[in-house]
C-alpha cells in the first residue's frame, strides 16, 4: 500500500545517553501549513480506503439510529430549582431543562439554555453548570470546539434572560458561588491572548479567582496561586453549612490531596486553615459534621474509608475500610450516602450522619453515570448505564430508602432497539485479570467469533460495564465485546492502582494481553478476529500492546493517546499525568518510558494490525501530535499489507462535547474498519430500527 507521503526529517538528539531520531517532528505544529497540509491528505487517503468497506454503509445506518434514540441525563437540584439535560435524538447538544419540582421536569419543564444555538456545527459545548445559592444565576461553562477553554456566563433562572457578565481563559473547573451569591470562584490560566484549542504550550501556573458578579474580568481577585509550581490545581467548594470555602490541592493526576479551608467572613475570605498540608493520601470533602468534616480518604485504607476531622487535621474513623472499594460519598438530608465498586459493579449504601444505619439501595444498571445529592434535600439522584442503554436515572428518599425509576425523563420514542444481551464475568488465569464478556444472547458462541476489547488501565479510574454508543452497534452486528479490568485502574482501591503506575506501568500491557491470551486460549476467539480499541490513556494502551504484540492482534484502534512518551510532558497539560507516567527528565523514569513508548517501539518492517488512529485538532489535551507522528512512523515501517490509517476530525477535541453526528460518523468508521479486518458479517441479523 502507498501511503501519503510523510517529509522525513534529520532530527535526532542525545536523551540519557540514548541517540533518539524525530523525524516526524514538524508534525508537532497544528499551524504549520505543512502539517495541515499532511492531514488533509491523510484523511483524503483514509476516506478513499474506509468508502470501498461494505460494512461502512451498515454501521453508518446503525450509528445513526443509535445516536437518534431520546435520551436524557441524570436530575440534579440546585437551589430549589430542579435541572436535567435532554436530547431527542436530533440535537448535536443536550438541551438543559429546568423546573420548580421534579413533576414538572418529568412532564417537560423549561427549556432554560440549547446549546445548539452556541455554534453553527454544533460544536460549542455546555462543559458545567451551577446555580447561586439565592437560586437566581445560572453560571455555564461553554468549551469551544471540543477544547478545554472554558469561558463562563450567566443566566437569570427565572427569566431565563442573559445576564452581561463574562469570563474567560479558565480550565478544569467550575464556577463555584460564595454563600451571599455576590460572586464564584474559577480556576484561570493566562494565555498571552490564545486560547483557541489548537495551541500546545505548557500551561503556565493556575490561579484561583474570585470573579464579582457584575464587575470586570480585569478586577478579579487572586485567592490562591503557587506560581512555581505549574501543575498545581485548586478545586474549591462551600461548606453546607456556608461557614467555610474547602480548597483541595492537587498535583496533576496525583490523586493525594492538600486541603485548606478559609473562613467565610462578611468581608469575604479569611486566612487558610492548613487542614493537611502535604500530599500523601487522596482525600475528598464531603460535608459538614458540627465542628468536624466528614472526608472520604485513603490514608492507611486502600479501598478507602470515610473520617471525621478536626481542622488540624486529626482523622476519626466514620465509616471504616471494607472490602468493596468507595468511590464517592455525597451528604444527604438524613447523612451520608456511599457509592462503592463490589468486583467493578457499583453499589449504593445509605448512612446515618454517625456512619451507622447501613441500607443498600437496590438500583441495578452497569456503570454510573451520576450521583446527585445535597444535605439540603431528602431526593438523592442516580443515572446508571449498561453496555447498550446509555441512562435509566432513579430519584431515591434518603430517609425512607424509597427508589423511582425516571424513565418518563426521556421524552419521545425511536430510533435503535438495542440486543438483548448476556454479560459474564471472566478471570484471566496467571496473572488474576478480571474481565467483561459480554455477548448477544440469542446467538451461537460454541465457535470463536470476532472480537473487540477495551481497555483503560490508568489514573485510578475504574471501568465498568457501561455504555459507549459503539458497544450496542458492533454487539447487534454479532460482535463479542470484551471489557478488561486493568492494573492502574480504580476497581480495587490504591493498591491496585499503583500497581500500573510509573515503575509498573508495563503491567497494564501485560494485563491486557493476558486478557488476550486467556479469550484465544478459550475458543473464544482467535488472533485473526481481535481488535482492541481504546481512547487517551486507553490509546496508550492500545499503542503499547500493537507494538510489543502484534501477532495477537488483527486490529488496532488507538484514539486520543498517548503515544510519545519522551515529548508527552512538554504540551499543554502533559507534565501533570507524571503521577502515572513518570517524567523524561529523571534518568530512570526515562528508560522505564522508553522501554514501552509506543513511537519509539515501532520496529521497520514489521507486519502490524490493520490499525485506524482517530484524533481531534483542537484536543488541547493529548494534542493530536501524538497520533500525527505515531501514524507516519507506523505507515513507514509496516510490512503487511493491512492498512495503517488516520482519522483526524476537524474542530473537536479530546472527546467531550462532541456533536452527536460527528460521534455517530467515528464511531462507524472504527467499527467498519474492526469489521472488515476481523471478519464480522454485519448482514447477519440487521438491526432493528
Same mark, same amino acid.
Given at each position: 500500500?502507498?501511503?501519503?507521503?510523510?517529509?522525513?526529517?534529520?532530527?535526532?538528539?542525545?536523551?540519557?545517553?540514548?541517540?533518539?531520531?524525530?523525524?516526524?517532528?514538524?508534525?508537532?505544529?497544528?499551524?504549520?501549513?505543512?502539517?495541515?497540509?499532511?492531514?488533509?491528505?491523510?484523511?483524503?487517503?483514509?476516506?478513499?480506503?474506509?468508502?470501498?468497506?461494505?460494512?461502512?454503509?451498515?454501521?453508518?445506518?446503525?450509528?445513526?439510529?443509535?445516536?437518534?434514540?431520546?435520551?436524557?441525563?441524570?436530575?440534579?437540584?440546585?437551589?430549589?430549582?430542579?435541572?436535567? $439535560?435532554?436530547?431527542?435524538?436530533?440535537?448535536?447538544?443536550?438541551?438543559?431543562?429546568?423546573?420548580?419540582?421534579? #413533576?414538572?421536569?418529568?412532564?417537560?419543564?423549561?427549556?432554560?439554555?440549547?446549546?445548539?444555538?452556541?455554534?453553527?456545527?454544533?460544536?460549542?459545548?455546555?462543559?458545567?453548570?451551577?446555580?447561586?445559592?439565592?437560586?437566581?444565576?445560572?453560571?455555564?461553562?461553554?468549551?469551544?470546539?471540543?477544547?478545554?477553554?472554558?469561558?463562563?456566563?450567566?443566566?437569570?433562572?427565572?427569566?431565563?434572560?442573559?445576564?452581561?457578565?463574562?469570563?474567560?481563559?479558565?480550565?478544569?473547573?467550575?464556577?463555584?458561588?460564595?454563600?451571599?451569591?455576590?460572586?464564584?470562584?474559577? =480556576?484561570?490560566?493566562?494565555?498571552?491572548?490564545?486560547?483557541?484549542? !489548537?495551541?500546545?504550550?505548557? =500551561?503556565?501556573?493556575?490561579?484561583?479567582?474570585?470573579?464579582?458578579?457584575?464587575?470586570?474580568?480585569?478586577?478579579?481577585?487572586?485567592?490562591?496561586?503557587?506560581?512555581?509550581?505549574?501543575?498545581?490545581?485548586?478545586?474549591?467548594?462551600?461548606?453546607?453549612?456556608?461557614?467555610?470555602?474547602?480548597?483541595?490541592?492537587?498535583?496533576?493526576?496525583?490523586?493525594?490531596?492538600?486541603?485548606?479551608?478559609?473562613?467565610?467572613?462578611?468581608?469575604?475570605?479569611?486566612?487558610?486553615?492548613?487542614?493537611?498540608?502535604?500530599?500523601?493520601?487522596?482525600?475528598?470533602?464531603?460535608?459538614?459534621?458540627?465542628?468536624?468534616?466528614?472526608?472520604?480518604? #485513603?490514608?492507611?485504607?486502600?479501598?478507602?474509608?470515610?473520617?471525621?476531622?478536626?481542622?488540624?487535621?486529626?482523622?476519626?474513623?466514620?465509616?471504616?475500610?471494607?472490602?468493596?472499594?468507595?468511590?464517592?460519598?455525597?451528604?444527604?438530608?438524613?447523612?451520608?450516602?456511599?457509592?462503592?465498586?463490589?468486583?467493578?459493579?457499583?453499589?449504593?449504601?445509605?448512612?446515618?450522619?454517625?456512619?451507622?444505619?447501613?441500607?443498600?439501595?437496590?438500583?441495578?444498571?452497569? $456503570?454510573?453515570?451520576?450521583?446527585?445529592?445535597?444535605?439540603?434535600?431528602?431526593?438523592?439522584?442516580?443515572?446508571?448505564?449498561?453496555?447498550?442503554?446509555?441512562?435509566?436515572?432513579?430519584?431515591?428518599?434518603?430517609?425512607?430508602?424509597?427508589?423511582?425509576?425516571?424513565?418518563?425523563?426521556?421524552?419521545?420514542?425511536?430510533?435503535?432497539?438495542?440486543?438483548?444481551?448476556?454479560?459474564?464475568?471472566?478471570?484471566?488465569?496467571?496473572?488474576?485479570?478480571?474481565?467483561?464478556?459480554?455477548?448477544?444472547?440469542?446467538?451461537?458462541?460454541?465457535?470463536?467469533?470476532?472480537?473487540?476489547?477495551?481497555?483503560?488501565?490508568?489514573?485510578?479510574?475504574?471501568?465498568?460495564?457501561?455504555?459507549?454508543?459503539?458497544?450496542?452497534?458492533?454487539?447487534?452486528?454479532?460482535?463479542?465485546?470484551?471489557?478488561?479490568?486493568?492494573?492502574?485502574?480504580?476497581?480495587?482501591?490504591?493498591?491496585?492502582?499503583?500497581?500500573?503506575?510509573?515503575?509498573?506501568?508495563?503491567?497494564?500491557?501485560?494485563?491486557?494481553?493476558?486478557?488476550?491470551?486467556?479469550?484465544?486460549?478459550?475458543?473464544?476467539?482467535?488472533?485473526?478476529?481481535?481488535?482492541?480499541?481504546?481512547?487517551?490513556?486507553?490509546?496508550?494502551?492500545?499503542?503499547?500492546?500493537?507494538?510489543?504484540?502484534?501477532?495477537?492482534?488483527?486490529?488496532?484502534?488507538?484514539?486520543?493517546?498517548? =503515544?510519545?512518551?519522551?515529548?508527552?510532558?512538554?504540551?499543554?497539560?502533559?507534565?501533570?499525568?507524571?503521577?502515572?507516567?513518570?517524567?523524561?527528565?529523571?534518568?530512570?523514569?526515562?528508560?522505564?518510558?522508553?522501554?514501552?513508548?509506543?513511537?519509539?517501539?515501532?520496529?521497520?518492517?514489521?507486519?502490524?494490525?490493520?490499525?485506524?488512529?482517530? !484524533?481531534?485538532?483542537?484536543?488541547?489535551?493529548?494534542?493530536?501530535?501524538?497520533?500525527?507522528?505515531?501514524?507516519?512512523?507506523?505507515?513507514?515501517?509496516?510490512?503487511?499489507?493491512?492498512?495503517?490509517?488516520?482519522?483526524?476530525?476537524?474542530?473537536?477535541?479530546?472527546?467531550?462535547?462532541?456533536?452527536?453526528?460527528?460521534?455517530?460518523?467515528?464511531?462507524?468508521?472504527?467499527?467498519?474498519?474492526?469489521?472488515?479486518?476481523?471478519?464480522?458479517?454485519?448482514?447477519?441479523?440487521?438491526?432493528?430500527?
Amino acid at each position: 500500500m502507498t501511503y501519503p507521503e510523510s517529509r522525513r526529517d534529520d532530527v535526532v538528539e542525545t536523551l540519557h545517553g540514548h541517540e533518539i531520531a524525530d523525524p516526524y517532528r514538524w508534525l508537532e505544529d497544528p499551524d504549520a501549513d505543512d502539517t495541515q497540509d499532511w492531514v488533509r491528505r491523510q484523511n483524503a487517503f483514509t476516506e478513499d480506503e474506509l468508502s470501498g468497506y461494505a460494512e461502512r454503509a451498515w454501521f453508518q445506518r446503525t450509528m445513526s439510529a443509535i445516536l437518534a434514540r431520546p435520551r436524557a441525563g441524570v436530575p440534579v437540584k440546585k437551589a430549589g430549582w430542579y435541572f436535567a $439535560g435532554r436530547n431527542d435524538g436530533t440535537q448535536a447538544q443536550d438541551v438543559i431543562y429546568v423546573a420548580e419540582s421534579l #413533576d414538572e421536569l418529568l412532564t417537560g419543564g423549561r427549556v432554560l439554555i440549547d446549546p445548539n444555538t452556541l455554534s453553527a456545527d454544533g460544536t460549542d459545548s455546555l462543559g458545567s453548570f451551577t446555580v447561586s445559592p439565592d437560586g437566581k444565576y445560572f453560571a455555564y461553562g461553554i468549551n469551544e470546539s471540543g477544547s478545554d477553554w472554558t469561558t463562563f456566563r450567566l443566566l437569570d433562572i427565572a427569566t431565563g434572560t442573559p445576564v452581561d457578565d463574562v469570563v474567560s481563559e479558565a480550565k478544569f473547573s467550575e464556577a463555584t458561588w460564595l454563600p451571599d451569591s455576590s460572586a464564584y470562584l474559577y =480556576l484561570h490560566y493566562p494565555t498571552s491572548g490564545r486560547s483557541e484549542g !489548537t495551541e500546545t504550550t505548557s =500551561l503556565a501556573a493556575g490561579r484561583l479567582m474570585l470573579h464579582k458578579v457584575g464587575s470586570a474580568q480585569s478586577e478579579d481577585q487572586l485567592v490562591l496561586t503557587i506560581p512555581d509550581k505549574e501543575q498545581y490545581f485548586y478545586a474549591p467548594e462551600v461548606s453546607d453549612d456556608d461557614r467555610y470555602l474547602v480548597v483541595h490541592i492537587t498535583e496533576g493526576t496525583d490523586p493525594s490531596t492538600r486541603l485548606w479551608v478559609y473562613p467565610t467572613t462578611s468581608d469575604g475570605l479569611g486566612e487558610p486553615i492548613k487542614v493537611v498540608d502535604e500530599f500523601t493520601d487522596e482525600i475528598a470533602f464531603v460535608r459538614m459534621s458540627g465542628d468536624h468534616l466528614v472526608l472520604r480518604t #485513603d490514608r492507611d485504607a486502600s479501598r478507602g474509608r470515610v473520617v471525621l476531622s478536626t481542622l488540624d487535621g486529626e482523622f476519626t474513623d466514620l465509616i471504616p475500610e471494607g472490602e468493596a472499594t468507595l468511590q464517592a460519598v455525597r451528604g444527604t438530608a438524613n447523612g451520608l450516602a456511599t457509592l462503592t465498586l463490589v468486583d467493578a459493579q457499583s453499589v449504593l449504601t445509605l448512612y446515618a450522619l454517625d456512619g451507622s444505619g447501613a441500607r443498600v439501595v437496590d438500583v441495578p444498571g452497569g $456503570g454510573v453515570v451520576g450521583l446527585n445529592a445535597s444535605p439540603e434535600y431528602d431526593e438523592l439522584f442516580i443515572g446508571l448505564s449498561t453496555t447498550t442503554d446509555p441512562t435509566l436515572s432513579y430519584v431515591v428518599s434518603t430517609g425512607s430508602g424509597e427508589v423511582r425509576a425516571l424513565p418518563e425523563l426521556v421524552r419521545g420514542s425511536g430510533g435503535f432497539t438495542p440486543p438483548q444481551v448476556t454479560v459474564t464475568r471472566q478471570m484471566a488465569p496467571g496473572r488474576d485479570v478480571p474481565y467483561f464478556l459480554i455477548t448477544r444472547s440469542d446467538l451461537d458462541f460454541s465457535t470463536p467469533r470476532p472480537t473487540l476489547m477495551w481497555g483503560y488501565g490508568g489514573f485510578r479510574i475504574p471501568i465498568q460495564a457501561d455504555y459507549r454508543p459503539g458497544w450496542p452497534a458492533w454487539l447487534a452486528a454479532g460482535g463479542v465485546l470484551v471489557i478488561a479490568n486493568l492494573r492502574g485502574g480504580g476497581e480495587y482501591g490504591t493498591d491496585w492502582h499503583d500497581a500500573g503506575r510509573l515503575k509498573n506501568k508495563q503491567n497494564v500491557f501485560d494485563d491486557f494481553i493476558a486478557v488476550a491470551e486467556h479469550l484465544r486460549d478459550t475458543g473464544v476467539t482467535t488472533p485473526g478476529q481481535l481488535a482492541m480499541h481504546g481512547r487517551s490513556n486507553g490509546g496508550l494502551l492500545v499503542g503499547a500492546v500493537m507494538t510489543q504484540r502484534p501477532d495477537l492482534f488483527a486490529v488496532a484502534l488507538p484514539g486520543v493517546g498517548v =503515544l510519545d512518551m519522551l515529548r508527552f510532558h512538554k504540551f499543554t497539560v502533559g507534565a501533570a499525568w507524571a503521577s502515572d507516567y513518570g517524567l523524561p527528565d529523571d534518568p530512570e523514569q526515562f528508560e522505564d518510558l522508553l522501554a514501552y513508548s509506543p513511537l519509539h517501539r515501532v520496529s521497520d518492517g514489521t507486519a502490524y494490525p490493520a490499525t485506524l488512529v482517530v !484524533t481531534g485538532d483542537h484536543d488541547d489535551r493529548v494534542v493530536p501530535l501524538h497520533s500525527h507522528k505515531f501514524i507516519a512512523t507506523l505507515q513507514h515501517a509496516q510490512s503487511d499489507p493491512r492498512p495503517v490509517l488516520t482519522r483526524v476530525e476537524v474542530n473537536t477535541g479530546h472527546g467531550f462535547g462532541k456533536p452527536a453526528a460527528m460521534v455517530a460518523a467515528e464511531w462507524a468508521d472504527l467499527l467498519a474498519f474492526a469489521a472488515h479486518h476481523v471478519g464480522l458479517d454485519v448482514g447477519l441479523v440487521p438491526p432493528e430500527q
